[in-house]
């Protein structure tokens, strides 16, 4: 019998197949057991068709990874014996951690394992844009050669231009690193960190307004809860330069895509590079993919070999960790932590959760 129980939602057929983000190899657990097993952890499936199932299935268990089904706060409610509810992506959006708080339960992330990939992905977009890469392809395509070059001459060079990143953390550090060298003033608007730690970057704290107002290329970079959900809408969208672009590699919902459909159709941005959208997979017949200013990936910023591995096993340590009664490194609701029994191991403090 194992020591531990940790309760995950049995994969559906589309996430075996890899037809839902993030779950290749769904029902193969054997990274999260690298750290289970030593502990004497066992990760039971769970084959719940509803919430209520669930939690019948699930109510003893030592903890949840949050896989596969949201983690409601009847969920929660309903979790007798659980110690830790463990998500294996940067977002926490599949639990509601306010109710795990009330319940003293830890959510965790893995906030650090894929931060290069997503900030070389933010730049990928950016230089993409800038270049008119489907206009380029565009015009060859139509044989339309000598074109392109009067074409790219009307827009001006990269260098001097002002980047804006809402948000200013790690993958936001992480663009600024590799902006300036192409010649950016890089702007920053994030209430919840220093203007020392953004100014000892070389990067300029603003406010929301004066971010958009001076911004040649908006990037957005928070996590999504209700403060951020559709940050980007009719009014920020109207605030920028007609010449800007915008960019999300970061949390879909924070933009309002009915209002940055009419801003690029109005012409009241240049343009828009996306990985991530307000629902997901997107709509084939949405009009962001017809638009020839608007460069679109899908949701595979942080997609590299590493991704699965390492961010699984992560979660598995996370889980690991608490399991044995210490804390996570990464609690996104890290005031549970303080008058619980857990023993507080770390040798330096903890950063921000999800948007670290």
């Known amino acids: 019998m194992p020591k531990f129980t940790v309760a995950v939602q049995k994969p559906q057929e589309t996430e075996l197949m890899g037809g839902a983000s993030f779950n290749l190899n769904a029902d193969d657990y054997s990274f999260e057991e690298e750290y289970l097993t030593p502990v004497g952890a066992s990760i039971v499936e769970i084959p719940a068709e509803s919430d209520a199932e669930f939690i019948e299935l699930a109510k003893d268990a030592d903890a949840v990874i949050a896989r596969g089904r949201n983690i409601t706060a009847e969920i929660i409610a309903g979790l007798n014996n659980c ?56 015009l060859m395509q139509a044989g339309r050669w000598t074109d392109s070059h009067p074409y790219l001459r009307s827009f001006p060079r990269l260098f001097g231009q002002t980047l804006g990143l809402i948000a200013f953390g790690n993958v936001a550090r992480a663009v600024a690193r590799r902006a300036k060298p192409f010649g950016f003033h890089i702007l920053a608007y994030d209430p919840y960190v220093s203007e020392i730690e953004m100014t000892s970057m070389g990067v300029e704290p603003v406010s929301f307004s004066e971010l958009l107002m001076r911004s040649d290329f908006v990037s957005n970079h928070g996590p999504l809860n209700e403060e951020t959900r559709k940050i980007m809408s009719t009014e920020q969208f109207a605030m920028m330069k007609n ?25 009241e941005i240049a343009g828009a590079a996306l990985d991530v959208f ?3 997979p997107i709509d084939v017949e949405n009009p962001l993919l017809r638009m020839d200013n608007v460069i679109v990936t899908p949701h595979v910023a942080s997609a590299t070999a590493r991704f699965l591995p390492e961010t699984r096993r992560r979660l598995g340590q996370e889980i690991a960790l608490v399991l044995q009664g210490k804390w996570p490194r990464s609690a996104v ?24």
């Open 83 to 138: 110690k830790i509810i463990g998500c294996g992506s940067v977002g926490t959006d599949r639990v509601d951690v306010e109710a795990a708080t009330e319940h003293g339960i830890p959510v965790t992330n893995v906030p650090d394992v894929f931060i290069e990939e997503v900030a070389d992905h933010t730049m990928t977009l950016l230089l993409a844009i800038h270049r008119h890469l489907y206009e380029m392809r565009d």
């Open 243 to 267: 010449s800007a672009m915008f960019i999300n590699a970061g949390r879909g919902p924070s933009q309002d895509e009915a209002a940055l459909i009419e801003a690029l159709e109005k012409g």
């Open 278 to 280: 307000e629902n997901e």
């Open 333 to 356: 609701n890290p005031q549970v932590l303080q008058n619980s029994p857990l023993e507080r191991w770390q040798p330096q403090p903890m950063q921000r959760g999800p948007n670290h």
